[in-house]
């Protein structure tokens, strides 16, 4: 199993940097790739950015570009999102995601994907 678990969330003015990380445990090797989500209430669940398990960035949410950045730890599965000059409509709880693929060692496994409980920045404008 891999566990996520987010952290860096606060309530920040529009403008402000913000910093969220997301610590990833267990059964890591196997994660092909990550990402952030965010949510707002009554809204759906947005994409906002995803990378390879090596930190390569894959894509970002329109927008986001230019504003955020996502980004891995050296030699550990810690990944982060960047946040600079925020703004209202940023504000959501944002979740961590990875992807798992059981190769080698469990072939006979689905890939399958793990999500984090969520944090939740606030942008007041």
């Known amino acids: 199993q891999v566990y996520l678990v987010e952290s860096g969330g606060d309530s920040v003015q529009a403008g402000d940097s913000l910093r969220l990380s997301c610590a990833a445990s267990?059964?890591?090797?196997?994660?092909?790739?990550m990402g952030w989500y965010r949510q707002s209430p009554g809204k759906e669940r947005e994409l906002v950015a995803t990378?390879?398990?090596?930190?390569?960035?894959?894509n970002y949410v329109d927008s986001v570009k230019g504003r955020f950045t996502i980004s891995k730890a050296n030699g550990e599965p810690t990944m982060y999102l960047q946040m600079n000059v925020v703004k209202p409509e940023d504000t959501a709880v944002y979740y961590c995601?990875?992807?798992?693929?059981?190769?080698?060692?469990?072939?006979?496994?689905?890939?399958?994907?793990?999500w984090g409980q969520g944090t939740r920045v606030t942008v007041s404008s």
């Open positions: 995601t990875a992807e798992m693929i059981w190769y080698p060692l469990y072939e006979d496994r689905p890939p399958s994907r793990a």
């Open positions: 267990g059964e890591t090797d196997y994660i092909t790739k």
């Open positions: 990378m390879t398990s090596d930190g390569t960035p894959l």
